[in-house]
Every structure is written in structure tokens, then in C-alpha cells.
């Protein structure tokens, strides 16, 4: 129930293109929902964040998604460049619950000319 | 200044070795975390510390040992690791870990290390 299922597991999206990555949890007592960003040796960098009270965030080229409901959450990348090229987790968090992130499998982007 | 710094950046160690990741920041956090993460997956949460006292154990091995000696400086001592243990080494801070809303996690680069 901890769970927090990511695909695709790796994605290649021409630039300019749109990129798409999902995720679904099953905890209904998540209550903050991070997108984390990697780049090769570098540590993971919070890229944006929702919490279930809003449907959809948008920061630059950056949306997240959210349907509570489904329990599902989307980040969707506008007008993809090569630098945008990383790895992407999404995590979700209980807020009260020592700041834990439970993060999903992540995603391989990349990003061609 | 948003900058977790960790040392080494790399080390290699043999199963009988003892050795020390070390982490600090000055962005005045109060919680400390480390992570394991493996190659192509996602970072694993060990410990966690509040206000310098270790408020979260993932069930880690006791060849792993951390220390929180001050609030900018937080360490992992490595005892009689196994082969397996090879992976990425993250530590990370947040506001306090207290706070009653959800704070933003600051990763380090991370230690890469290498168990032979």
C-alpha cells in the first residue's frame, strides 16, 4: 500500500515534443505529491510539487497533473529539450509522517535532436 | 546557498575496512536524511535525524551507523560491508522534519562507493 507505481520505465521524445511520465498510488492517506530530477552523478533535485487539493500545477515547461480519484499523477514536460534529459521519480509523502518520501520506480528520459 | 556538500565523491573499501561518509550543510536545516540508491533505481531511505537525534531507522544493518554531531554535519560509519552494499550514498536536509508541512529535500551529489 506503500507503493507508488511509475511509468514508463524509459521514455525518448524527439525536441520540442511533449513528455509524459505517470505515476498511481494506492495510500489514500498521501497527502503531497514531488517530482524529483537526477542527472548522472548528481543527487535527485525537487523539480515540482502538488498537493490533492489543486488538479493541476504548472511551473514553466513543467505540469503536474492530478486526479484524486484515480489516485494517478502525471508530469508533463512542454517543448522537451536535450538538457531536459535525466531521470525523473515521483515520490508522495504523508504530511505528520517525519517528511518520509516514498518514491516510484523512475523514468529515463531522453531527449534527441 | 542551497548546497548539501558529501565526501568523499568516491571510495573504495574492502569487506574488512572501516571508513566514514561525511555530509554537511549551512542552509541552518535541522533534519538530516541518508539514502542508498542502487544503479537505475530510486533512493532508499536509511536514517533520518531531527534536531541531531535520530528519529527514523529503516530497519538498516548495524554496519551502518550514523552520527549527527552537530546540526550542519551528519556522518555514516562503515563497518564489515558486504559487496552488496555498493551503491550511492545520499545524504539530504530539510527545514526540520517537525514543521507539520511538507518540506523540501536537499540532495547532496552523493558518495559512490565500492564494496570489494
Known amino acids: 500500500q506503500q507503493q507508488v507505481k511509475q511509468s514508463p520505465q524509459s521514455l525518448i521524445v524527439q525536441k520540442g515534443g511533449i513528455s509524459i511520465i505517470n505515476c498511481a498510488y494506492e495510500?489514500?492517506?498521501?497527502?503531497?505529491f514531488p517530482w524529483y530530477q537526477q542527472f548522472p552523478g548528481k543527487g535527485p533535485a525537487l523539480l515540482i510539487a502538488?498537493?490533492?487539493?489543486?488538479s493541476e500545477k504548472k511551473e514553466g515547461r513543467f505540469t503536474i497533473s492530478f486526479n484524486k480519484s484515480a489516485k494517478q499523477f502525471s508530469l508533463h514536460i512542454m517543448d522537451s529539450q536535450p538538457g531536459d534529459s535525466a531521470t525523473y521519480f515521483c515520490?508522495?509523502?504523508?504530511?505528520?509522517?517525519?517528511?518520509?518520501?516514498?518514491f516510484g520506480t523512475g523514468t529515463q528520459l531522453k531527449v534527441e535532436l | 546557498d542551497t548546497e548539501v556538500t558529501q565526501t568523499p565523491k568516491h571510495l573504495v573499501m574492502g569487506m574488512t575496512n572501516k571508513k566514514s561518509l561525511k555530509c554537511e550543510q549551512h542552509?541552518?536545516?535541522?533534519?538530516m536524511y541518508w539514502y542508498k540508491q542502487k544503479a537505475k533505481k530510486p533512493p532508499e531511505l536509511m536514517f533520518v535525524y531531527s534536531y541531531e537525534k535520530l528519529s527514523i531507522n529503516e530497519s538498516v544493518p548495524s554496519r551502518f551507523s550514523p552520527e549527527c554531531p552537530n546540526s550542519s554535519l551528519l556522518n555514516l560509519h562503515l563497518h564489515a560491508l558486504q559487496p552488496e552494499d555498493s551503491a550511492l550514498y545520499l545524504c539530504?536536509?530539510?527545514?526540520?522534519?517537525?514543521?507539520?508541512?511538507?518540506?523540501?529535500?536537499?540532495f547532496g551529489p552523493g558518495t559512490r562507493l565500492l564494496v570489494l
Open positions: 515520490a508522495a509523502s504523508i504530511m505528520g509522517g517525519g517528511n518520509k518520501l516514498t
Open positions: 542552509m541552518g536545516h535541522r533534519a
Open positions: 539530504a536536509s530539510s527545514l526540520s522534519g517537525t514543521s507539520g508541512i511538507q518540506e523540501t529535500q536537499y
Open positions: 502538488i498537493r490533492p487539493d489543486v
Open positions: 495510500n489514500t492517506a498521501f497527502d503531497y
